[in-house]
């Protein structure tokens, strides 16, 4: 099973569903975690009877929130801590450092971090990091409206005292209020759609798809993206 960390301040709920909805369409067994502080997922993917700590299926996604950690989660499917989770990747959202700890993302398959340029999703972030003890291997995924050399290195510049390693591949998603109402049309209508889009977003989609499966070539994510599409 491969884990795949997405840290920051920034909201990232509908960027992983949405990554989640093109793994599950090539066939894979996914569980997203909602770690974070305010567990969005609680209150923009449906669930019948939310509790304390509960597992939903959308569109063939589980969705986990309320949980500290794998034993938690395992303990709910009832499976031993000797046994594998039944799934084939696990997205884990997260915004503390201690669930970055409980959650052991220091040896996850693939970290990212995720943040826009507004001081708070950039300061807020770096202070997830700021009290690991070991090295961290991160990705940035970058929002904004528009991609500067200079918003990049200063990323750089306040993550110096960090124990930080920037992969030099870097995923830029544009900041655009088109795909922000699509994303909460798709919330009010429980439904994960990708039509309306703008071809930059997706673009992202793809990137980081790809990061997170590795073997799987960009032409035939961008065709699950098209299979979506077409609501097949």
């Not at 046994?83 to 997205?91: G, S, V």
């Not at 972030?125 to 291997?137: F, H, M, V």
């Not at 918003?151 to 088109?178: A, H, M, Q, T």
Request: aromatic letters at 10%; zero cysteines; glycine letters at 4%.
């Amino acid at each position: 099973m491969k884990k795949v960390g997405f840290i920051g301040a920034f909201d990232k709920t509908d960027m992983i569903i949405n990554i989640a909805k093109i793994l599950t369409v090539l066939k894979n067994r996914v569980i997203v975690i909602d770690s974070t502080i305010n567990q969005k997922a609680k209150y923009v993917v449906p669930v019948i009877n939310p509790t304390v700590t509960y597992i939903t299926e959308y569109e063939e996604i589980d969705i986990a929130v309320g949980f500290k950690n794998i034993e938690e989660i395992k303990q709910y499917l009832g499976i031993t801590n000797d046994e594998d989770m039944p799934y084939d990747i696990m997205l884990i959202d997260t915004d503390t450092q201690e669930r970055i700890e409980e959650f052991n993302l220091l040896e996850a398959d693939k970290n990212f971090f995720v943040t826009s340029f507004d001081l708070y999703s950039l300061k807020k972030g770096l202070e997830i990091l700021s009290g690991l003890k070991q090295p961290i291997n991160l990705t940035k995924i970058l929002f904004s409206k528009e991609m500067l050399k200079e918003e990049d290195d200063y990323l750089n510049y306040l993550s110096l005292e960090y124990k930080v390693v920037w992969n030099e591949y870097r995923i830029y998603f544009p900041i655009e209020n088109g795909d922000r109402l699509v994303l909460a049309e798709n919330q009010r209508v429980a439904k994960i759609k990708f039509k309306k889009l703008s071809a930059q977003y997706k673009d992202g989609l793809v990137f980081v798809t790809q990061e997170i499966l590795k073997d799987m070539s960009e032409s035939n994510i961008r065709r699950t993206i098209k299979t979506i599409e077409r609501g097949v």
